[in-house]
């Protein structure tokens, strides 16, 4: 009771009235102990870790194997020591994907939300500050995971035609890129819980735009299937850390342009609900 | 300082707010009263700028509260409760809230100890106790040391130490020169500590009033008098100030102006025999409930009744 004891001298402003203020910085510092305050960010994120690192690994020894033994599954039978090693990256997406969610979608199901835009009243810098918070722990654990996956998973194939170490042209420009991937789904994730303002529709929303839509355009003629293919966010996306890239697939710095498109098209329409909608 | 003008809120056809005119001013605790559905958690959303008022404007010591610099330090809001993260700590939370506004680890812990949650503070608050729950809101609420603090049914869910410790509380703040805003269904709760009551229903300003006019308003203090002789009865005590009423022929008077006391030994010295002599003071919740009558939401069932067999009588 001693500080509201205190008498107050002029207020609002009076001498001996600490001068708070909310800074960018300081949402973002904010936002980085809220992530790390709760238990679901560490299960999710060590999950997303293991799909990364975990399957990785097994399609490197399925591949080992089955050229020991002759028997190739034709879906391995071009495979190189990069794609093996990010062989999880689908899995590993969607754990951090969904977490990316929780961040934001999080914050509206618990009422916490009223809290947060109580301090932050201008509510952007929140949106900024959860998508960069989120999306930098998503990279350093996509890239992390990737490095990891293609230490071993080079280890393992070491000796059949899969066989590359760091020094081959690509390969680190590739794990560079799937933990870029993965940081951006994060953000992408995050973006699709402010817009949607529940769990169960971001994380369905994601898991339709990254696993989905690319099986439905199958269903196009083929003639369209070309053209809008490639600029699929998973595709656009693939296309970032695929080591080899032909005429159906985008370039890595085209894909990741694409991508980045997606990704702040998701930030946009997030701002805007975010700023035009009550809490 | 709270200055509401105008202020509305539409949710399509519903007028959840209607116009409201108001001003809340420091020093004071002041009562914001109305029954379930009246619109004060509505007012109190838009205060804080969680809702955007569909026309008219609120401001806070003379700025929109999203303009200024220090939001928690102007405000310190409890709206409805468990406005938190139920996997994190109460401590953790307040320390989330606190980085936003570089407001130092130390009023995190003073806050703590203020809502006496101490013991408490390094569980997860999903696992609070509703009373819990409101005294970690009330400690998010007095975070930034504000110069306005508003809560919205604080009293709910805590135990008659929680309530009185809330009744001392929202006092010493206004004895500390803040604005105190505290809504409330409860008239008999506001009675014990509001001086000043804004009372709405159906989105609209009742009354802007205080306890004591409130109450005058609404009838007063009669005196009832059931007495041998009522003509002689009004001659002996009608005098200035003093309202008296009462059906011919009947041997009851409703005696305004002068104390229970005060009439029987009148009656007594001019020997004049009283039946009954009983003081009827207007309980603030009846003045609350005539007031709010035509402007509650919800009725139960006894008054629907009511209601109904009115209309048939009337039909």
Same mark, same amino acid.
């Given at each position: 009771?001693?500080?509201?004891?205190?008498?107050?001298?002029?207020?609002?402003?009076?001498?001996?009235?600490?001068?708070?203020?909310?800074?960018?910085?300081?949402?973002?510092?904010?936002?980085?102990?809220?992530?790390?305050?709760?238990?679901?960010?560490?299960?999710?994120?060590?999950?997303?870790?293991?799909?990364?690192?975990?399957?990785?690994?097994?399609?490197?020894?399925?591949?080992?194997?089955?050229?020991?033994?002759?028997?190739?599954?034709?879906?391995?039978?071009?495979?190189?020591?990069?794609?093996?090693?990010?062989?999880?990256?689908?899995?590993?997406?969607?754990?951090?994907?969904?977490?990316?969610?929780?961040?934001?979608?999080?914050?509206?199901?618990?009422?916490?939300?009223?809290?947060?835009?109580?301090?932050?009243?201008?509510?952007?810098?929140?949106?900024?500050?959860?998508?960069?918070?989120?999306?930098?722990?998503?990279?350093?654990?996509?890239?992390?995971?990737?490095?990891?996956?293609?230490?071993?998973?080079?280890?393992?194939?070491?000796?059949?035609?899969?066989?590359?170490?760091?020094?081959?042209?690509?390969?680190?420009?590739?794990?560079?890129?799937?933990?870029?991937?993965?940081?951006?789904?994060?953000?992408?994730?995050?973006?699709?819980?402010?817009?949607?303002?529940?769990?169960?529709?971001?994380?369905?929303?994601?898991?339709?735009?990254?696993?989905?839509?690319?099986?439905?355009?199958?269903?196009?003629?083929?003639?369209?299937?070309?053209?809008?293919?490639?600029?699929?966010?998973?595709?656009?996306?693939?296309?970032?850390?695929?080591?080899?890239?032909?005429?159906?697939?985008?370039?890595?710095?085209?894909?990741?342009?694409?991508?980045?498109?997606?990704?702040?098209?998701?930030?946009?329409?997030?701002?805007?609900?975010?700023?035009?909608?009550?809490? | 300082?709270?200055?509401?003008?105008?202020?509305?809120?539409?949710?399509?056809?519903?007028?959840?707010?209607?116009?409201?005119?108001?001003?809340?001013?420091?020093?004071?605790?002041?009562?914001?009263?109305g029954p379930n559905g009246a619109?004060?958690?509505?007012?109190?959303?838009?205060?804080?700028?969680?809702?955007?008022?569909?026309?008219?404007?609120?401001?806070?010591?003379?700025?929109?509260?999203?303009?200024?610099?220090?939001?928690?330090?102007?405000?310190?809001?409890?709206?409805?409760?468990?406005?938190?993260?139920?996997?994190?700590?109460?401590?953790?939370?307040?320390?989330?809230?606190?980085?936003?506004?570089?407001?130092?680890?130390?009023?995190?812990?003073?806050?703590?100890? =203020? #809502? +006496?949650? %101490?013991?408490?503070?390094?569980? *997860? &608050? @999903?696992?609070?106790? !509703?009373?819990?729950?409101?005294?970690?809101?009330?400690?998010?609420?007095?975070?930034?040391?504000?110069?306005?603090?508003?809560?919205?049914?604080?009293?709910?869910?805590?135990?008659?130490?929680?309530?009185?410790?809330?009744?001392?509380?929202?006092?010493?703040?206004?004895?500390?020169?803040?604005?105190?805003?505290?809504?409330?269904h409860?008239?008999?709760?506001?009675?014990?500590?509001?001086?000043?009551?804004?009372?709405?229903g159906r989105?609209?300003?009742?009354?802007?009033?205080?306890?004591?006019?409130?109450?005058?308003?609404?009838?007063?203090?009669?005196?009832?008098?059931?007495?041998?002789?009522?003509?002689?009865?009004?001659?002996? =005590? #009608? +005098?200035? %100030?003093?309202?008296?009423?009462? *059906? &011919? @022929?009947?041997?009851? !008077?409703?005696?305004?102006?002068?104390?229970?006391?005060?009439?029987?030994?009148?009656?007594?010295?001019?020997?004049?025999?009283?039946?009954?002599?009983?003081?009827?003071?207007?309980?603030?919740?009846?003045?609350?409930?005539?007031?709010t009558?035509?402007a509650v939401e919800y009725h139960g069932s006894?008054t629907g009744?009511?209601?109904?067999?009115?209309?048939?009588?009337?039909?």
């Open positions: 009771m001693s500080t509201l004891a205190a008498p107050l001298e002029a207020p609002p402003a009076g001498p001996g009235r600490p001068a708070y203020r909310v800074t960018g910085q300081r949402v973002l510092s904010s936002e980085w102990a809220k992530l790390w305050s709760l238990r679901s960010t560490w299960i999710t994120l060590g999950l997303g870790l293991l799909f990364l690192v975990a399957f990785g690994l097994i399609a490197s020894s399925r591949y080992k194997s089955g050229i020991g033994s002759g028997d190739v599954d034709p879906d391995f039978a071009d495979s190189t020591a990069v794609s093996l090693s990010l062989f999880g990256t689908n899995f590993a997406q969607l754990a951090l994907g969904v977490l990316g969610v929780l961040v934001m979608a999080g914050e509206y199901s618990t009422g916490m939300i009223r809290s947060t835009m109580a301090a932050v009243p201008r509510r952007l810098p929140v949106l900024w500050s959860k998508a960069a918070v989120f999306g930098l722990v998503a990279l350093v654990v996509g890239t992390l995971g990737a490095f990891i996956t293609f230490g071993f998973g080079s280890g393992i194939v070491s000796g059949t035609p899969a066989a590359m170490s760091l020094t081959h042209a690509g390969v680190v420009r590739s794990l560079l890129g799937a933990g870029l991937y993965l940081g951006l789904v994060g953000v992408i994730g995050t973006a699709l819980g402010a817009l949607l303002r529940s769990v169960a529709g971001g994380i369905s929303v994601l898991v339709g735009a990254l696993m989905l839509i690319p099986g439905l355009v199958s269903l196009l003629p083929s003639s369209w299937r070309g053209d809008i293919s490639p600029y699929l966010p998973s595709n656009a996306g693939a296309s970032m850390f695929a080591l080899t890239h032909d005429s159906t697939t985008l370039s890595p710095t085209a894909g990741l342009l694409v991508f980045l498109g997606w990704t702040a098209l998701a930030l946009a329409g997030a701002a805007y609900r975010l700023v035009r909608r009550d809490v | 300082m709270i200055d509401a003008q105008r202020l509305t809120k539409r949710y399509g056809e519903k007028t959840a707010v209607d116009r409201l005119d108001f001003a809340v001013r420091p020093g004071t605790v002041t009562g914001f009263l619109g004060k958690s509505t007012t109190m959303r838009m205060i804080v700028g969680l809702d955007a008022p569909t026309s008219g404007s609120v401001r806070v010591n003379g700025h929109h509260y999203a303009r200024h610099t220090a939001p928690l330090q102007e405000v310190g809001a409890l709206l409805e409760a468990k406005s938190i993260h139920p996997g994190r700590s109460a401590h953790n939370h307040l320390k989330a809230l606190a980085l936003t506004h570089g407001i130092p680890r130390r009023r995190v812990d003073e806050v703590i100890d =203020l #809502a +006496g949650l %101490g013991s408490v503070a390094k569980k *997860r &608050a @999903g696992a609070f106790s !509703l009373g819990m729950g409101q005294r970690l809101g009330i400690a998010a609420a007095l975070l930034g040391d504000p110069q306005t603090v508003m809560l919205d049914e604080p009293v709910n869910g805590l135990d008659p130490e929680g309530v009185l410790w809330i009744r001392n509380l929202l006092k010493g703040l206004a004895d500390e020169g803040r604005t105190v805003f505290v809504s409330s409860l008239m008999s709760e506001m009675a014990l500590v509001a001086d000043h009551l804004i009372i709405v989105g609209r300003l009742l009354a802007d009033t205080t306890v004591g006019d409130l109450v005058r308003e609404a009838g007063g203090d009669t005196v009832r008098v059931a007495t041998q002789d009522p003509a002689r009865l009004r001659e002996v =005590l #009608a +005098g200035p %100030g003093v309202d008296i009423t009462g *059906r &011919a @022929g009947s041997e009851e !008077l409703q005696i305004t102006g002068l104390s229970a006391r005060e009439i029987g030994l009148k009656a007594a010295e001019h020997g004049i025999a009283l039946f009954e002599l009983s003081a009827r003071t207007v309980s603030l919740e009846e003045a609350f409930m005539n007031l009558r035509d006894t009744i009511d209601t109904l067999a009115a209309d048939g009588r009337a039909a």
